[in-house]
T-cell receptor
Framework: EDQVTQSPEALRLQEGESSSLNCSYT??????LFWYRQDPGKGPEFLFT???AGEEKEKERLKATLTKKESFLHITAPKPEDSATYLC?????????????FGKGTRLSVIA | DGGITQSPKYLFRKEGQNVTLSCEQN?????MYWYRQDPGQGLRLIYY???????QKGDIAEGYSVSREKKESFPLTVTSAQKNPTAFYLC??????????????FGPGTRLTVL
């Protein structure tokens, strides 16, 4: 069974204090790994898709990396507006429309 | 602007009533999905449709029904058989298999409360 585990469940950072969120996964052949940001009461916002081990993608203060067993979302010098829940999901090999399997998310709070 | 819309934003239901949540997309995506989100539980898949007039059950389909008569629309009905329907419902759509359009996008969500 495909599974995604995110850690920590919650993370509190001071503004400017860099850190990383972890997403460990088991999947029967990885088609893609996805990161989303979700603000309270809103739908998740797409951030990145990673397809193969060694791949990295960046967007502003965020950088996502991928290995064969896990992905990291690195947050460099975070600001209060980075506070949100970050969701990780995997898509198993199959058609391009195979449903994603989501982790429970990491709730990030950045304090000014 | 292309995107996914869900309505209503908030919905209140009395016990024993069926309610239908709307989801429309103008992204020309073939696949559409319904998820349920509860605090601390993450997103759980209810139903999905990979093409018009076809849909499959997800992990928690009991008490729900869907239809896919048009490519743009994928309504979800929460029936009286769903024992604990109070939750945040999210609709999503996804492009095809090519790497550059394999992203799944979400609507803004509908919060359903059973009174």
């Amino acid at each position: 069974e495909d599974q995604v585990t995110q850690s920590p469940e919650a993370l509190r950072l001071q503004e400017g204090e860099s850190s990383s969120l972890n997403c460990s996964y088991t999947v029967s052949g990885l088609r893609g790994l996805f990161w989303y940001r979700q603000d309270p009461g809103k739908g998740p916002e797409f951030l990145f898709t990673l397809y193969s081990a060694g791949e990295e993608k960046e967007k502003e203060r965020l950088k996502a990396t991928l290995t064969k067993k896990e992905s990291f979302l690195h947050i460099t010098a975070p600001k209060p507006e980075d506070s949100a829940t970050y969701l990780c999901a995997v898509q198993a090999s199959g058609s391009g429309n195979t449903p994603l399997v989501f982790g429970k998310g990491t709730r990030l709070s950045v304090i000014a | 602007d292309g995107g996914i819309t869900q309505s209503p934003k908030y919905l209140f239901r009395k016990e024993g009533q069926n309610v239908t949540l709307s989801c429309e997309q103008n992204l020309n995506h073939d696949a559409m999905y319904w998820y349920r989100q509860d605090p601390g539980q993450g997103l759980r898949l209810i139903y999905y449709s990979q093409i018009v007039n076809d849909f499959q059950k997800g992990d928690i389909a009991e008490g729900y029904s869907v239809s896919r008569e048009k490519k743009e629309s994928f309504p979800l009905t929460v029936t009286s058989a769903q024992k604990n329907p109070t939750a945040f419902y999210l609709c999503a759509s996804k492009g095809g298999g090519l790497a550059d359009n394999n992203e799944q996008f979400f609507g803004p969500g509908t919060r359903l409360t059973v009174l």
